[in-house]
């Protein structure tokens, strides 16, 4: 038994038999025998096609739909393709998606993700479904990514992702595509995996899924795993530490199926952020003497804990070992019934609570300690007036009374840098439920398939952020350095930073709201011909949030450290706000047989203001004010405050051609997106680490030609192939900004989108030998050069990366993987350093800056048992 032949589970073979026998009347008998084909697990290299297999995303109504009849643009990810491809992330599960440029380089959560030229950090412009249900109803809820909240196991079986399509008008907050990740379901038998893991990097992983019918005609699966290891960049402590358990219970009866499933996460991550660079003599990016590039970190032992004091006494306790620390509940209750007479009836309840906490060490700006003391002490001057004797300034290691910073060379580079401890603390508590009814009904000959639906969502979030600036040098695990006055003679006379911190307080927030949600959509599956298929559908939806954030003002608590806490001012901005906007998509699938078609789509689509606009936004405008002053200003803000966002819209037009045999498989994708009301809220970090908010406002055009392909010469060699070409420029980009000089006026129209590359490629050649028990594969990818900002002043070399992995089969049950990550050690970088600004990059010209590059090479080994 070869694992990549392995059948359906029977619960699923099942459903999709029935599905298809109710839409088999109004399928062309090409599509009826290849539906049924792709429900039997036979091998592609017979007579069914990729074509034949059936899709379950994006799409919705009675039946079954397979890729043949598909009007947009889907990649599918199957359960041994997944296994070998071994993604440590969700944003690593979708490299080989074409459209998607990922940044999976910051570690297991947090990544960012950028479909057809929308410029959206994060998962803000797709949604991260789990069978069908969105994992959070938005997933760029400020610092709560979608992907934080969702772990890949052993329990996901396959993946399903569309692009663009009509995933806008099914899915909340899904402008530019969803990511479907399909659970296994329980079959007529006990089955079950298990697999340990382990990697060059202290790994220690257990994933296990195990499912049984039990009494009652019901079936239950139990599944999840467990992790803990040191990072690929290592911080001195453990990086990664927890994991997931999930119980399902399901049921078919007659007319429907129910099905429970509950899953608790309890997982810590380590947020991996920019690193010290420079560029060589040879115009090479390297990591800066004393630095290495591959595994180190700024994170370390001696930034790892600290006790912050806030204003009023209290402490905020700041652990970097909790990196991203999820704790989350997650119920789902999926409910199909068939009410006769055409009509099926199906409703799915999400129910979470998820308590994130999120530090990190950020590294927000790199510079040369003689600069630093320069600027300092003209900075600081009146200050350093006030000690007798003082002669000037000097940086000495905080944990090492007496050991001077070498500003000439120390750790062979002199640089040092001005970071922050960063804490942010958010419970959210949601509610989602999507009720569809539908129902397949004969027109004059022509079968169409009709389906209503009206979407729910109530979401709850508590926001709380406290941050402190620090002085680093520039090494692996950095260590902290005071800033010191000095006498002539180089004797320390006093000190104006505390244990390495320069300034506690330089973020603060203090927020809460409720936003709720309500979506109507409606769509048609239109089959006019054997061959023609029309689909439309429409969606509106409204959205009503309220809450407050607290303003903030500066308090001095005494000390150099604490003279300018942010805090909170007892002063609140409250919201009330209420939006609701109407897309719209057409599309049209024309098959000119079992091995080919062609399809089109025009996609109207928006984003509503979200909770997260208000509650993560934080207000700086009224900073350094008091009394009277400041009270106009509140005043001032509270009259604006509804306004502080605004509806995202977009056109997304493609037209695609796919072809399949058992030799070859193509699939041609051009697209073109117009993405309008891009908000751009950019902090720029001064050499102080104070922050200095900018808003701008866009809009974008994208042109692009996706292709997704596979050859198959021979039972021993395939080759798989996805590639992004695209030009995506900025639009109506200027802005006036103040300078010394006056007022500037910055046009950055027709520049390329920030850190989109236009050409993405990735080639997978793989070899079956052995009669098939041994797989070997090897992974390129190319990256083009990247912009690290909006103005184009700062470029990200062009890179690539190599990633094998290989599978022995040593028994039917026994099965052996290994993988090498980053094969060649590549440097290349995702990204520069967005605390220097991403609309004008404070790092352009510079020799030494911050950016992070791509995890260096790993190894990890795996054996799964199968029974």
């Given at each position: 038994?070869?694992?990549?032949?392995?059948?359906?589970?029977?619960?699923?073979?099942r459903a999709?038999?029935?599905?298809?026998?109710?839409?088999?009347?109004s399928?062309?008998?090409?599509?009826?025998?290849?539906a049924?084909s792709?429900?039997?697990?036979?091998?592609?290299?017979?007579?069914a096609?990729?074509?034949d297999?059936?899709?379950?995303?994006?799409?919705?109504?009675?039946?079954?739909?397979?890729?043949?009849?598909?009007?947009?643009?889907?990649?599918?990810?199957?359960?041994?393709?997944?296994?070998?491809q071994?993604?440590?992330?969700?944003?690593?599960?979708?490299?080989?998606?074409?459209?998607?440029?990922?940044?999976?380089?910051?570690?297991?959560?947090?990544?960012?993700?950028r479909?057809?030229?929308?410029?959206?950090?994060?998962?803000?412009?797709?949604?991260?479904?789990?069978?069908?249900?969105?994992?959070?109803?938005?997933p760029?809820?400020?610092?709560?990514?979608?992907?934080?909240?969702?772990?890949?196991?052993?329990?996901?079986?396959?993946?399903?992702?569309?692009?663009?399509?009509?995933?806008?008008?099914?899915?909340?907050?899904?402008?530019a595509?969803?990511?479907?990740?399909?659970?296994?379901?329980v079959?007529?038998?006990?089955?079950?995996i298990?697999?340990?893991?382990?990697?060059?990097?202290?790994?220690?992983?257990?994933?296990f899924?195990?499912?049984t019918?039990?009494?009652?005609?019901w079936?239950?699966?139990?599944?999840?795993?467990?992790?803990?290891?040191?990072?690929?960049?290592?911080p001195?402590?453990?990086?990664?530490?927890?994991?997931?358990?999930?119980?399902?219970?399901?049921?078919?009866f007659?007319?429907?199926?129910?099905?429970?499933?509950?899953?608790?996460?309890?997982?810590?991550?380590?947020?991996?952020?920019g690193?010290?660079?420079?560029?060589?003599?040879?115009?090479?990016?390297?990591?800066?003497?004393g630095?290495?590039?591959?595994?180190?970190t700024v994170?370390?032992?001696?930034?790892?804990?600290?006790?912050?004091?806030?204003?009023?006494?209290?402490?905020?306790?700041?652990?970097?070992?909790?990196?991203?620390?999820?704790r989350?509940?997650?119920?789902?209750?999926?409910?199909?019934?068939?009410?006769?007479?055409?009509?099926?009836?199906s409703?799915?309840?999400?129910?979470?609570?998820?308590?994130?906490?999120?530090?990190?060490?950020?590294?927000?700006?790199?510079?040369?300690?003689?600069?630093?003391?320069?600027?300092?002490?003209?900075?600081?001057?009146?200050?350093?007036?006030?000690v007798?004797?003082?002669?000037?300034?000097?940086?000495?290691?905080?944990?090492?009374?007496?050991?001077?910073?070498?500003?000439?060379?120390?750790?062979?580079?002199?640089?040092?840098?001005?970071?922050?401890?960063?804490?942010?603390?958010m419970?959210?508590?949601?509610?989602?439920?999507?009720?569809?009814?539908?129902?397949?009904?004969?027109?004059?000959?022509?079968?169409?398939?009709?389906?209503?639906?009206?979407?729910?969502?109530?979401?709850n979030?508590?926001?709380?952020?406290?941050?402190?600036?620090?002085?680093?040098?520039?090494?692996?695990?950095?260590?902290?350095?005071?800033?010191?006055?000095?006498?002539a003679?180089?004797n320390?006379?006093a000190?104006?930073?505390?244990?390495?911190?320069?300034?506690h307080?330089?973020?603060?927030?203090?927020?809460?709201?409720?936003?709720?949600t309500?979506?109507?959509?409606?769509?048609?599956?239109?089959?006019?011909?054997?061959?023609?298929?029309?689909?439309?559908?429409?969606?509106?939806e409204?959205?009503?949030?309220?809450?407050?954030?607290?303003?903030?003002?500066?308090?001095?608590?005494?000390t150099?450290?604490?003279?300018?806490?942010?805090?909170?001012?007892?002063?609140?901005?409250?919201?009330?706000?209420?939006?609701?906007?109407?897309?719209?998509?057409?599309?049209?699938?024309?098959q000119f047989?079992?091995n080919s078609?062609?399809f089109?789509?025009?996609?109207?689509?928006?984003?509503?203001?979200?909770l997260g606009?208000?509650?993560?936004?934080?207000?700086?405008?009224c900073?350094?004010?008091?009394?009277?002053?400041?009270?106009?200003?509140?005043?001032?803000?509270?009259?604006?405050?509804?306004?502080?966002?605004?509806?995202?819209?977009?056109?997304?037009?493609?037209?695609?051609?796919?072809?399949?045999?058992?030799?070859?498989?193509?699939?041609?994708?051009g697209?073109?997106?117009?993405?309008?009301?891009?908000?751009?809220?950019?902090?720029?970090?001064?050499?102080?680490?104070?922050?200095?908010?900018?808003?701008g406002?866009?809009?974008?055009?994208?042109?692009?030609?996706?292709?997704?392909?596979?050859?198959?010469?021979?039972?021993?060699?395939?080759?798989?192939?996805?590639a992004?070409?695209?030009n995506?420029?900025?639009?109506?980009?200027?802005?006036?900004?103040?300078?010394?000089?006056?007022?500037?006026?910055?046009?950055?129209?027709?520049?390329?989108?920030?850190?989109?590359?236009?050409?993405?490629?990735?080639?997978v050649?793989?070899?079956?030998?052995?009669?098939?028990?041994?797989?070997?594969?090897?992974?390129?990818?190319?990256?083009?050069?990247?912009?690290?900002?909006?103005a184009?002043s700062?470029?990200?070399?062009?890179?690539?990366?190599f990633?094998?992995?290989?599978?022995?089969?040593m028994?039917?049950?026994f099965?052996?993987?290994?993988?090498?990550?980053?094969?060649?050690?590549?440097?290349?970088?995702?990204?520069?350093?967005?605390?220097?600004?991403?609309?004008?990059?404070?790092?352009?010209?510079?020799?030494?800056?911050?950016?992070?590059?791509?995890?260096g090479r790993?190894?990890?080994?795996?054996?799964?048992?199968?029974?």
């Amino acid at each position: 038994m070869q694992m990549k032949r392995r059948r359906l589970s029977g619960s699923i073979r099942r459903a999709l038999v029935v599905g298809a026998c109710a839409a088999m009347a109004s399928a062309p008998a090409w599509a009826q025998q290849d539906a049924a084909s792709a429900t039997d697990g036979t091998d592609r290299r017979t007579d069914a096609t990729e074509l034949d297999g059936i899709v379950v995303t994006g799409r919705v109504g009675t039946g079954v739909r397979t890729k043949a009849e598909t009007s947009y643009s889907v990649t599918n990810i199957e359960e041994e393709a997944l296994r070998l491809q071994a993604p440590t992330s969700v944003t690593e599960s979708l490299k080989s998606v074409p459209g998607f440029w990922v940044e999976a380089s910051g570690g297991e959560a947090s990544g960012n993700v950028r479909v057809r030229g929308i410029p959206v950090d994060g998962f803000g412009s797709v949604n991260i479904l789990e069978d069908g249900v969105p994992v959070v109803h938005d997933p760029s809820l400020g610092y709560l990514n979608g992907d934080q909240a969702f772990r890949l196991d052993e329990t996901i079986e396959r993946i399903e992702v569309v692009r663009g399509g009509p995933s806008s008008v099914i899915y909340p907050n899904a402008p530019a595509g969803a990511i479907n990740y399909i659970p296994r379901q329980v079959g007529d038998e006990d089955e079950g995996i298990a697999k340990v893991t382990v990697g060059d990097y202290g790994l220690q992983r257990l994933d296990f899924w195990y499912g049984t019918p039990v009494a009652g005609d019901w079936k239950l699966g139990l599944g999840g795993f467990y992790r803990q290891d040191d990072g690929i960049r290592d911080p001195g402590y453990t990086a990664n530490d927890g994991g997931q358990f999930r119980v399902n219970l399901a049921r078919e009866f007659e007319r429907g199926r129910i099905s429970i499933d509950a899953k608790h996460l309890d997982d810590k991550v380590m947020l991996y952020l920019g690193i010290p660079m420079s560029t060589d003599a040879d115009g090479d990016i390297r990591a800066v003497p004393g630095f290495d590039g591959h595994y180190g970190t700024v994170a370390g032992p001696e930034t790892r804990r600290l006790a912050m004091p806030m204003d009023g006494g209290g402490v905020w306790d700041y652990d970097n070992a909790k990196g991203t620390h999820v704790r989350r509940d997650q119920l789902t209750v999926k409910f199909d019934y068939d009410l006769g007479a055409g009509w099926q009836v199906s409703d799915a309840l999400g129910l979470t609570h998820t308590k994130t906490t999120r530090n990190g060490v950020f590294a927000l700006n790199l510079q040369s300690a003689s600069s630093f003391l320069e600027n300092q002490a003209d900075a600081l001057a009146s200050r350093i007036a006030q000690v007798p004797g003082a002669a000037g300034l000097q940086l000495s290691y905080a944990n090492a009374p007496g050991g001077v910073f070498d500003v000439a060379d120390q750790n062979g580079n002199g640089l040092m840098m001005v970071g922050g401890l960063r804490g942010v603390e958010m419970p959210v508590k949601e509610l989602v439920n999507d009720l569809r009814l539908s129902r397949d009904f004969d027109v004059g000959g022509q079968d169409h398939n009709l389906t209503l639906g009206y979407y729910y969502a109530n979401t709850n979030e508590d926001f709380d952020r406290y941050s402190s600036n620090v002085l680093l040098d520039a090494q692996d695990n950095a260590r902290l350095l005071d800033l010191d006055v000095v006498d002539a003679d180089g004797n320390v006379l006093a000190t104006l930073t505390e244990g390495g911190v320069s300034r506690h307080g330089y973020e603060w927030g203090n927020a809460s709201g409720e936003s709720t949600t309500h979506a109507l959509y409606l769509a048609d599956e239109w089959q006019v011909t054997d061959a023609l298929r029309i689909d439309a559908g429409v969606r509106w939806e409204e959205i009503s949030a309220e809450g407050w954030t607290e303003v903030r003002t500066t308090a001095d608590g005494g000390t150099p450290a604490t003279a300018s806490m942010l805090t909170g001012s007892g002063r609140f901005l409250h919201y009330d706000i209420s939006s609701d906007k109407v897309g719209w998509t057409l599309g049209a699938n024309y098959q000119f047989g079992r091995n080919s078609g062609l399809f089109g789509r025009w996609t109207s689509a928006f984003r509503l203001p979200s909770l997260g606009s208000y509650v993560t936004r934080g207000d700086n405008a009224c900073d350094g004010r008091t009394g009277a002053e400041f009270d106009q200003c509140v005043a001032e803000r509270q009259a604006t405050n509804n306004d502080a966002a605004i509806t995202q819209t977009m056109d997304l037009a493609e037209i695609g051609y796919k072809y399949s045999d058992s030799l070859f498989s193509l699939f041609a994708t051009g697209f073109y997106t117009k993405y309008d009301n891009v908000g751009f809220s950019n902090y720029v970090f001064d050499n102080n680490g104070v922050s200095i908010r900018q808003q701008g406002y866009a809009s974008t055009r994208t042109y692009g030609l996706e292709l997704e392909g596979g050859w198959y010469p021979a039972d021993w060699f395939d080759l798989q192939l996805t590639a992004t070409l695209q030009n995506p420029e900025y639009r109506d980009l200027k802005y006036t900004e103040d300078s010394d000089d006056g007022p500037v006026l910055r046009d950055f129209v027709g520049n390329r989108l920030i850190r989109v590359p236009e050409t993405s490629l990735r080639l997978v050649p793989g070899v079956n030998l052995l009669d098939g028990r041994l797989r070997l594969q090897v992974a390129w990818e190319y990256q083009g050069d990247r912009y690290v900002d909006t103005a184009n002043s700062v470029k990200l070399p062009a890179y690539d990366v190599f990633n094998a992995s290989a599978r022995f089969e040593m028994t039917p049950q026994f099965a052996l993987y290994g993988y090498v990550d980053n094969l060649g050690n590549s440097l290349g970088l995702t990204e520069g350093n967005p605390r220097a600004g991403e609309l004008q990059s404070g790092d352009a010209g510079a020799n030494s800056f911050i950016a992070r590059p791509v995890l260096g090479r790993a190894f990890r080994l795996a054996v799964m048992y199968r029974f």
